[in-house]
């Protein structure tokens, strides 16, 4: 069981935005700023949208962004897509692990 | 480009072990600390070992601890996992992750993963 939670599915029309929840706690996302969230297409490798809670890699679309607030950190995709149907995974860096990932939440584009 | 290719994974049975290789290219390993990741069946990712630039940290998850060992060759730009007393737990696609570095943690690198089957 993971201990950063998210929605299980959030679903959208093309177009629309949507935000993915991740809670966690004072140990992991609301202690630092390492928070990262992951694109995970079914046969494919995940990638990496957003680190350090707001920044996005060079190559990454401006639809994604990230925020957080205390223990919360949230994904926002605008101007939904097809090709954003996909698991996000959020992640965060704790004190005895250097990696832990949310449960994960399946995006579907109506 | 940068890339990580795995390798080794395979069928194997109850309390056998398996070696898992991870090749990287495109750039210098030991800028980086590396990482292996799983995804179970109908599951989450997991990470399940990481290992630092100069093998002087490495770190386990609780369900791995005692049974695999990660390690890696610099020289050879490569990353390994050794899995012992396998269970049907560990049936996943293992992925190897490299770790941005500088004052980040997060995963920008990716291999395509190999699928570990334990009958």
């Known amino acids: 069981q993971s201990v950063l939670t998210q929605p299980a599915s959030v679903s959208g029309s093309p177009g629309q935005s949507i935000t993915i929840s991740c809670s966690g706690s004072d140990s992991d996302v609301g202690g630092h700023n390492y928070v990262s969230w992951y694109q995970h297409r079914p046969g494919d490798a995940p990638k990496l949208l957003i680190h350090d809670v707001t920044v996005r890699p060079s190559g990454v679309s401006r639809r994604f962004s990230g925020s957080k607030s205390g223990n919360t950190a949230s994904l926002t995709i605008s101007g939904l897509q097809p090709e954003d149907e996909a698991d996000y995974y959020c992640c965060s860096y704790t004190s005895v692990s250097p990696f832990v990932f949310g449960s994960g939440t399946w995006v579907s584009v109506l | 480009e940068e890339q990580l290719v795995e390798s080794g994974g395979g069928l194997v049975k109850s309390g056998e072990s398996l070696r898992l290789s991870c090749a990287a290219s495109g750039f210098t390993l030991s800028s980086h600390s590396l990482n292996w990741v799983r995804q179970a069946p109908g599951k989450g990712l997991e990470c399940v070992s990481s290992?630092?630039?100069?093998?002087?940290?490495?770190y386990y998850a609780d369900s791995v601890r005692g049974r695999f060992t990660v390690s890696r060759d610099n020289a050879k730009n490569a990353l390994f996992l050794e899995m012992n007393t396998l269970g049907a737990e560990d049936t996943a696609v293992y992925y190897c992750a490299r770790d941005l570095g500088g004052f980040s943690h997060a995963l920008d690198v990716w291999g395509q993963g190999t699928t570990v089957t334990v009958s």
């Open positions: 290992i630092s630039r100069g093998s002087e940290y490495t």
